[in-house]
Nanobody, 119 residues
C-alpha cells in the first residue's frame, strides 16, 4: 500500500550537517503522522522527530535544537535537517508514516539510510 524511499544519508564529520529525505508512493494519499526514527548498533529503535498532519512537530531530547523535521502531506514527503552532528548520532535512520484506521495506528517503514558521524 505504501512504499517509502529514503535518501541523504552518508559519512559526515562531527559538527557537520546532513539532510534526509523520504518520499512515499502507493495508494494512500496522506498520513496522520510522518516521522524519523533511528537505530544504532546494539540499541533499540528510537523516535527522532515527528510531524503531525496539522504541522505540529515533536522532537526527542537529543534532537532538540539541532534537528528540524519538515513535511508536505500533499506531496507525501518528509525531511530531516540535521545540524551539529555528533558521533553518537551514528545510526540507521528510518522514515515512518502513520495513519489511524478505525482509531488504530497503522505504520509503514522505509528501508533505512545509514548516517555515520566520524572524523
Amino acid at each position: 500500500q505504501v512504499q517509502l524511499a529514503e535518501s541523504g544519508g552518508g559519512l559526515v564529520q562531527p559538527g557537520g550537517s546532513l539532510r534526509l529525505s523520504c518520499v512515499a508512493s502507493g495508494t494512500i494519499p496522506s498520513f496522520d503522522n510522518m516521522a524519523w526514527y533511528r537505530e544504532a548498533p546494539g540499541k533499540q529503535r528510537e523516535l527522532v522527530a515527528l510531524i503531525t498532519r496539522g504541522g505540529v512537530s515533536k522532537y526527542a531530547g537529543f534532537a532538540e535544537g539541532r534537528f528540524t523535521i519538515s513535511g508536505d502531506n500533499a506531496k507525501r514527503t518528509v525531511s530531516l535537517q540535521m545540524n551539529d552532528l555528533k558521533p553518537e548520532d551514528t545510526a540507521v535512520y528510518y522514515c515512518n508514516v502513520q495513519r489511524f484506521v478505525v482509531g488504530e495506528p497503522v505504520g509503514y517503514w522505509g528501508q533505512g539510510t545509514q548516517v555515520t558521524v566520524s572524523s
